[in-house]
């Protein structure tokens, strides 16, 4: 176990715009926005949005979309039939249950179409300022590689994690992990010899250590946006 609020507040301090990239006004374009974004880009999520939600930007005009409408509009994303079924099934949810408002707790989020324990969190935490953290492949992958899990469960590893760090800075850490997982600490092989937490990092030499190299596999913030 090496420092979890010591390697937090170096995150913080090297990723201090750390948020959302995933383009919303709302917790319902959120809520679509992060259903979209499985499997995919946010990038390409973020392209292709605007369109979605001029046309269908709450849920009243989700719910009522033909499917083979909002299927051509997403087609891009991939998945585009389960997608198409999942966002606007939820928006039918949100009219029917929840009287046209996105809920604001994890109970009731996860009981919307295509909505699991990680968009719930997203949602509670940039929507809402819920404190949530959002245990995607990267976050997954980091905790493990600073010793603060040895599970494979996401719910296990959101567990273990939330043992570790304040609940106030939950929806933070959830950012600057997945940040540093995209840009510098890649499953395959992380760019170790550049990395701020390499003096603090349990996991560090199993990457790239000369500066030189390891600078070449740092992605920039505009492969994200």
Not at 119 to 128: E, I, S
Not at 162 to 182: C, F
């Amino acid at each position: 176990m090496r420092q979890p609020l010591a390697i937090l507040k170096l995150l913080q301090k090297s990723y201090p715009d750390a948020d959302c990239e995933l383009d919303f006004t709302s917790p319902f374009e959120l809520v679509v926005a992060t259903v979209l974004s499985a499997q995919c880009t946010d990038k390409r999520v973020n392209a292709v949005t605007p369109k979605l939600f001029k046309k269908y930007g709450t849920p009243k005009k989700l719910a009522g979309a033909k499917i083979q409408d909002v299927e051509e509009i997403i087609h891009s994303l991939g998945f585009f039939h389960t997608k198409a079924k999942s966002i606007t099934g939820l928006a039918q949810k949100v009219m029917q249950d929840f009287g046209g408002e996105v809920p604001a707790t994890l109970e009731e989020l996860v009981t919307l179409p295509g909505v699991g324990r990680k968009t719930a969190n997203v949602v509670l935490g940039h929507a809402f300022g819920i404190p949530g953290i959002t245990v995607d492949t990267h976050f997954g992958r980091l905790a493990r590689r600073f010793g603060w899990t040895t599970s494979q469960d996401p719910v296990k590893v959101e567990k273990d994690v939330a043992a570790l760090i304040p609940e106030k800075d939950w929806t933070n850490l959830s950012q600057v992990l997945i940040w540093h997982g995209r840009r510098i600490c890649h499953s395959r092989k992380p760019a170790c010899g550049v990395c701020p937490l390499a003096k603090l990092c349990p996991s560090v030499g199993i990457g790239e250590m000369d500066k030189v190299k390891a600078q070449a596999l740092v992605k920039n913030d505009e492969e994200f946006r």
